[in-house]
């Protein structure tokens, strides 16, 4: 069994960030996850995390951000119809149709990336005692490789080796 693994191209993000409802973006750090028995350390651009006591390692989904979905409508609904009001030409009805049925995909698209995009959550306490949450998803190829399987691999290898040294599987 190998002592210790390193796995580039991680997304971290907090437990705030991921039941965010107004977020545009699921991460809240890029960089790199070490895993060695009982331990994971993330190093990123904003985030050094070293987990030692490690409660549970589980796989979760993020909340469909559906305030900035209901932003991003309300936005586009308002610069169209004041664009529409003030220009009251032949161009503007297209222009917006097609734009409504670009959100009439783009939105089920976001909500189903949302349902497929696999977090690994790690539960662990921190120096106070306190229970913390941390989510992991494999960030390689813009994030596809995740989508693709790559965070359930992640999961697995995590699973195996960060709770080595708990004694559980």
């Known amino acids: 069994m190998e002592k210790k693994q390193e796995f580039s191209s991680i997304w971290f993000a907090t437990e705030k960030q991921i ?3 107004f977020r545009f973006f699921n991460f809240s750090d ?3 996850l070490n895993s060695s028995l009982g331990e994971l350390h993330f190093k990123g651009n904003k985030y050094n995390i070293v987990i030692k006591n490690i409660k ?3 796989v979760a989904y993020p ?3 559906w305030g900035s979905l209901a932003l991003a409508l309300i936005f586009v609904v308002m610069f169209f119809g004041v664009f529409g009001w003030f220009t009251r030409s032949a161009v503007t009805f297209p222009f917006v149709l097609i734009f409504f049925v670009y959100l009439v995909l783009f939105v089920p ?3 189903l990336i949302q349902k497929i995009m696999l977090w690994v959550e790690v539960v662990y306490l921190d120096n ?3 229970l913390q949450y941390a989510y992991f998803f494999d960030g390689s190829s813009l994030g596809w490789k995740g989508i693709l399987g790559g965070s359930l691999e992640l999961y697995k290898r ?3 080796y960060a709770t080595s040294a708990a004694g559980y599987r």
């Open 19 to 21: 039941k965010n409802r």
């Open 30 to 32: 890029r960089g790199s």
């Open 56 to 58: 549970s390692i589980d």
């Open 63 to 65: 909340l469909v951000p």
């Open 109 to 111: 698209f976001v909500t």
């Open 128 to 130: 106070d005692n306190t």
């Open 158 to 160: 995590l699973r195996q």
